[in-house]
């Protein structure tokens, strides 16, 4: 069953320049899909058209319409004085007005009930119960616990949060409400690394069907099974996650690429021989028409486009010479807010050359320490920095001191640099043509996050300090970035929960959490597999002992040779628990073979336990 269709669709909002120019797909039930493209492509304009917050000019939307439809990028005008609590609840408004009609019976009937009550609240009763009424509280604290949504925030008003957190409580609500269609716009900002991967399992497990918008390539490997790319207003189908539109997407260039090269060699040699016959038929007519045939027939080939790629940044962070072998070091590091300490006892040592991501949830002050480290914050303890260090900053939140400048008077000034260098280096970061005369006040986040780079960049440092240097960028932005980080010879400093970018670079962890600083002297994949070996250490909770039931002594033969055979194949899947054992250390550097064999274990693990459990019931029946 189809749940979305788009045919032919076409919108413009500049006369004569289409943003959306014949665009056409279809979405199964059930199917979960990603749509890709440029930023300003026009996928959040195609999600306005689905939901029919926008007009189009022509083709054809279609929405199953015996599906609810869900679309995170909209959050709704609530009353004044409505907390987060009374934003989640509203998820349940048709159960909150079934169980408030049951209150009113209830009061009514507690004098003596009628028939006709008592048959309505006997309707209303098994309604609330067949629609999860009693479930409500369960179902909210699941969902806000994945995302990490305390219940001191929950207790806020929703006017006083920020855009990225009305976001992430807005997701929390389109959760609650079990909509049959979701449409996700950019769903993983504004959420920590531990709310993202709860976030996939829970869209893994999801019923329904989900259509999503994202740039973070890592979700996008885990979730999507069909991908879209939006160019020039047309879609691109890739039928795999990100992974599979990444090979794929260079196959189908390549290929592009080798029918227009034999294509062009082809018309070449027509060509050539056109001219030579038209030469040698000037006596003579039939070689003369044979040679306009072969012409019309050239004329007549349906040509190949010539496949183009998108223009990428040439561009390199310059980079000072660093003497000696401590980059810094920090003793004793300490940060509060009154009551509040957000890290202490910190110490740590970098080199030259390291690459350090530093992790976390959100609010435990991965960005304080960041300022603590630069010194636009001040905390207790020490810290020191070798004598030939000079850092590079890229902040999470960008600001120009004047932003009714254009760029190109924003590097003249900043840069102190020429017009022309000032051009050059905005070329390379695909600042070109009239893009130059912008004010820096009306560009997006992601552009504001490239001129800062492209600022940056233009400085002699050894360390490098990110804190979440991919947050508005699109996927060909970001790999523009991880290409100039690449060459970077320094040491890189970062906060991100890009997880594609993180185990990129990240050579060392360091995780704040607990008002600590833990320290893995490894990659992301390897810090992973120590999470996970950690959390399989952990002793399970005591579980009271059951009564055993006194074996009967008559117990039959049929049932011994029932234990008996159970015990040897409990036996061998110990075995086969201990053989995975060994794959998952020798996997430890492969991510993707990590996960697949952890996985593996857990099943593997569940089957054991119930074993366990059937020889358990057939020594004590």
Not at 175 to 190: A, C, G, M, Q, V
Not at 199 to 217: A, N
Not at 588 to 595: C, G, N, W
């Amino acid at each position: 069953m189809i749940d979305i269709s788009v045919k032919d669709l076409v919108k413009f909002f500049v006369i004569g320049e289409n943003l959306l120019d014949g665009l056409s797909f279809e979405v199964q039930e059930g199917e979960r899909v990603a749509i890709l493209g440029r930023n300003g492509c026009g996928k959040t304009t195609l999600f306005k058209i689905i939901t029919g917050e926008m007009e189009y000019d022509s083709g054809e939307v279609f929405v199953n319409p015996h599906k609810k439809l869900g679309l995170i990028s909209q959050i709704p005008h609530f009353p004044e004085g409505y907390t987060v609590e009374d934003v989640l609840r509203s998820a349940f408004l048709p159960l909150m007005k079934t169980h408030r009609r049951m209150q009113e019976l209830e009061a009514a009937m507690s004098e003596g009930a009628t028939d006709a009550q008592l048959r309505e609240y006997d309707a209303l009763t098994a309604r609330y119960e067949s629609q999860g009424g009693y479930d409500m509280d369960v179902e909210t604290d699941k969902i806000c616990n994945g995302l990490g949504i305390t219940q001191q925030q929950r207790q806020q008003l929703f006017d006083s949060l920020s855009g990225g957190e009305r976001t992430r409580m807005n997701l929390a609500r389109l959760l609650l409400e079990k909509t049959d269609i979701l449409l996700l716009d950019e769903p993983t900002n504004h959420l920590d690394l531990a709310s993202v991967e709860w976030l996939e399992e829970y869209i893994r497990s999801f019923k329904g069907t989900v259509l999503t918008i994202s740039h973070d390539r890592y979700f996008l490997d885990q979730v999507a099974q069909r991908i879209i790319e939006i160019t020039d207003g047309h879609g691109e189908e890739y039928s795999g996650n990100y992974s599979f539109y990444i090979n794929e997407r260079q196959a189908r260039f390549d290929l592009q690429m080798k029918q227009y090269e034999q294509e062009q060699a082809k018309i070449k040699q027509l060509g050539y021989t056109v001219e030579r016959m038209k030469g040698w038929g000037i006596n003579n007519r039939t070689l003369y028409r044979r040679a306009m045939s072969i012409q019309h027939r050239m004329e007549r080939i349906e040509k190949t486009k010539r496949p183009t790629k998108e223009k990428t940044m040439h561009a390199s962070f310059g980079q000072k010479d660093f003497s000696g072998d401590v980059v810094f070091t920090a003793k004793n590091l300490e940060k509060s807010y009154g009551d509040r300490t957000l890290f202490s006892g910190v110490n740590l040592r970098v080199e030259g050359g390291e690459r350090i991501a530093l992790l976390g949830d959100n609010g435990t002050g991965k960005s304080t320490f960041l300022k603590c480290l630069l010194g636009e914050e001040t905390c207790g303890g020490k810290l020191q920095f070798g004598p030939t260090v000079k850092w590079g900053y890229l902040p999470q939140i960008i600001h120009f001191d004047h932003p009714e400048r254009t760029l190109y008077d924003t590097m003249l000034y900043d840069k102190n640099c020429t017009p022309q260098a000032a051009r050059d280096r905005l070329g390379m970061f695909l600042f070109q043509g009239d893009d130059v005369f912008k004010t820096v006040g009306t560009l997006s986040g992601g552009e504001q996050s490239r001129l800062r780079l492209c600022m940056l960049m233009d400085e002699k440092i050894n360390l490098l300090i990110l804190d979440e240097p991919t947050n508005h960028l699109d996927i060909a932005s970001r790999e523009w970035v991880e290409a100039a980080i690449e060459e970077f010879e320094g040491v890189l400093l970062f906060v991100s929960h890009d997880r594609y970018f993180i185990e990129k670079f990240a050579e060392r962890i360091w995780v704040l959490e607990n008002g600590e600083i833990r320290d893995y002297p490894c990659g992301y994949a390897k810090y992973r597999s120590i999470l996970e070996h950690e959390k399989l250490a952990k002793p399970a909770p005591e579980q009271p002992e059951k009564p055993r039931k006194e074996r009967p002594r008559d117990n039959d033969k049929e049932n011994g040779k029932r234990i008996r055979k159970l015990e040897r194949e409990i036996e061998k899947q110990e075995a086969l628990l201990a053989e995975l054992d060994a794959k998952v250390e020798a996997a430890a550097a492969d991510y993707q073979e990590l996960t697949r064999l952890l996985g593996e274990k857990e099943a593997e693990e569940a089957r054991l336990l119930e074993m366990m459990e059937q020889w358990e019931q057939l020594q004590y029946s």
